[in-house]
């Protein structure tokens, strides 16, 4: 089965608005990293973390591995923010991540 | 900047045929990955690599082949490629340490087996 469930699956926001994703793992992860993959289809890391919190402008995104999740909060979105956001995961090793299905977010004028 | 670079961008061939998908990073990282992503699936790992002269088996590796002469490059090779094997293939690197293993992701190659 799936090691990384993401959720939702879609999501629309009004320009100025924002919202939380989530992934939820099905087994201990030590680390995760969160991507936008944009309209060219070029996948942007936005965030490594292997414990607590990190923020980067509007985003922000908060790992707890011992309850086993990960969000990204997105607030005051664009325009630019529509695409789809992956979060991947890794287990031991820190090498292989494993990879949600995605949220697809479009950002509403 | 991180840089991957991945060629060809896109590739028609025809099934059993060979087919060899590159991948060249200057990062000087250790770790190089491929991966494939279809539609429903997310990305899902083919074959990964620690540094030159390694491959290891990802989560789907049936059918594909790695290579990896140097550490810059990585190669994926489809030795008699399957219309199941369309899909849009991304190649990565990372650091490969403990406390930061960012992925890099290149641009994508779309290969079609007709």
């Known amino acids: 089965g799936d090691q990384v469930e993401q959720s939702p699956s879609a999501l629309s926001l009004h320009e100025g608005t924002g919202s939380a994703l989530r992934c939820n793992f099905t087994?201990?992860?030590?680390?995760v990293q969160w991507f936008q993959q944009n309209s060219r289809g070029s996948l942007i890391n936005l965030f490594y973390?292997?414990?607590g919190t990190k923020e980067n402008g509007r985003l922000k995104s908060t790992f707890n591995s011992k309850e086993s999740y990960s969000t990204l909060h997105i607030r005051d979105a664009q325009l630019e923010d529509s695409g789809t956001y992956f979060c991947?995961?890794?287990?031991?090793?820190?090498?292989?991540?494993?990879f949600g299905k995605g949220t697809s977010l479009t950002v509403i004028p | 900047e991180a840089a991957v670079t991945q060629s060809p961008r896109n590739k028609v061939a025809v099934t059993g045929g060979k087919v060899t998908l590159s991948c060249n990073q200057t990062n000087n990282h250790n770790n190089m990955y491929w991966y494939r992503q279809d539609t429903g699936h997310g990305l899902r790992l083919i074959h990964y690599s620690y540094g030159a002269g390694s491959t290891e088996k990802g989560d789907i590796p049936d059918g594909y082949k790695a290579s990896r002469p140097s550490q810059e490059n990585f190669s994926l090779i489809l030795e008699l490629a399957t219309p199941s094997q369309t899909s849009v293939y991304f190649c990565a690197s990372g650091e490969g340490t403990a406390s930061q293993n960012t992925l890099y992701f290149g641009a994508g190659t779309r290969l079609s087996v007709l």
């Open positions: 991947a995961a890794a287990n031991t090793g820190y090498q292989n991540f494993y």
């Open positions: 973390l292997a414990s």
């Open positions: 087994t201990t992860m030590r680390a």
